[in-house]
């Protein structure tokens, strides 16, 4: 409560608070870029092994996704932009499924 407190009413506690918000997304997103490095380092001979065509539709739905995620704020401003969302998000996620299930059979 008593930081909350400064934070409040302290001159530039605003700005403060904000320097610390986006410290702690940095921080945030520097652990999800160690873990998604760490996965591919521990995975690299799946990965390899899936071949072109399979891992140029994963890492195209990858970028697909990190694309309508990052976008979703200005996506959900109109009822278009939700339907897209979704499709993108949905496609995605199917297209990660479909190589996943083929990489699985013989």
Partial sequence: ???AAALAFVPGGGETAAFIGALLGFAFLGGLAFFAARLYMEH?????????????????????????????????????????????????????FWVWQSSRQY
């Fill in 1 to 3: 409560v008593a930081l």
């Fill in 44 to 96: 690299r001979i799946d990965i390899v092994s899936l071949g072109e065509r399979r891992r140029a539709i994963a890492y195209g739905a990858i970028g697909v996704a990190i694309l309508a995620l990052t976008a979703s704020g200005r996506l959900f401003d109109t009822g278009a932009g939700t339907i897209a969302w979704f499709v993108l998000v949905g496609g995605a996620s199917y297209a990660l």
